[in-house]
Each structure stands twice: as C-alpha cells, then as structure tokens.
C-alpha cells in the first residue's frame, strides 16, 4: 500500500504565504486608519465649523485669518502624520519610507475629497469667500509641508483647483451681470 503525501512545504514557501498574507493585513488596518482619521478632521470639521464663518458681517476684519474649525482640523491632520511617521522623522520629507509616503498620499487625497464634500454645507457671501479661501490655502500648505517632496502633481493640482473654487464666491453677486 503507497500512500501519496505531498511533500512539506519549504521554509521559503512558507514564508512567501505568511509575508503576503501579513501584508494584505496591515494594507487593510492601513486603509482603514486613513478612513477613520479623514473621518476624525471631517468631525472636527463638521462640530466646529459654524455657517457664520462664511457669512460673517461685511466689515468682520477677521477674514485675512483662517477658521477655529480649520486649525482645529490641521492640527488633528499634523498629528496623525505625525503618529505616522514609521521611518524615525522622515514622514513628507526626501527619503520617507514607501509606506509613509503611501499613507500620506492617501490621507490627503481623502482629506481633499472630505473638504469638497464640506463646503458643499454652507452659503457664502464675498466675505466668506475670502475666509474659504484662507482655510482652504491653509490645508493646501499644511498637505504640501507633510508630503514635501512626495506631494504627486495631480493631487497638487487638486488642491490647487480647491483653493482657485473659492473665487467664485469672492465675487459679490451685485456685481454679476
């Protein structure tokens, strides 16, 4: 009687399979603490931001600085980076490991689309408009210093074509045709 057992695996294939699986974990806790931090700043976001911001009196001197909401919301972003930094102070800068750089990227990719979604909230007057503007450049710079030199162009350009939304609402709608 001759039985047919596969021989064992090798170490080496052992250690593929446990290596991929191990990395398909972390991606996942990965996505997952980038969904649930663009989910904190869009809270942050969503308690602190008043419509009034955006539709302060005319003569509210206070619109060459940015939101309470929006520092609020910065600061929860720079400490998630910061908590984030897996390669001993490189995060957002030359020479970050792949895996910061990765949940960078998508961290402010999310936080792009969630601020999207948050200014869809409010009405602005001319006033407003340029108090939009200052947080949304605001997010911009602070994205741009925590990515650095691993900021892609076309993520760039979005948060570039995000601030340049706010004109619209710069323009006084009397002085439409």
């Not at 996505?31 to 904190?40: L, P």
């Not at 919301?73 to 930094?85: F, G, N, P």
């Not at 689309?113 to 602070?142: C, P, V, W």
Request: aromatic share 4%; proline share 5%.
């Amino acid at each position: 009687l001759q039985l047919s057992v596969p021989p064992p695996p090798s170490c080496h294939t052992v250690l593929v399979a446990m290596t991929a699986r191990l990395e398909r974990q972390v991606e996942k806790v990965l996505t997952g603490g980038v969904k649930a931090t663009v989910a904190a700043v869009a809270g942050a976001l969503q308690n602190n931001q008043k419509g009034s911001d955006f539709e302060p009196d005319e003569t509210d001197e206070d619109d060459d600085r940015p939101t309470k909401a929006c520092k609020q919301a910065i600061k929860a972003l720079r400490a998630v980076y910061a908590a984030c930094d897996l390669c001993g102070g490189n995060e957002g800068k030359e020479g970050a490991c792949a895996n910061t750089v990765s949940v960078s990227r998508q961290l402010a990719g999310g936080v792009h689309q969630m601020l999207l979604r948050h200014i869809e909230h409010f009405t602005f007057n001319s006033t407003g408009g340029l108090r939009l503007k200052r947080d949304l450049t605001e997010y911009n710079e602070a994205v741009r210093e925590l990515l650095g030199q691993n900021m892609p162009r076309a993520l760039e350009a979005k948060f570039q074509a995000l601030c340049s939304l706010a004109n619209v609402f710069i323009v006084a709608p009397e002085s439409l045709p």
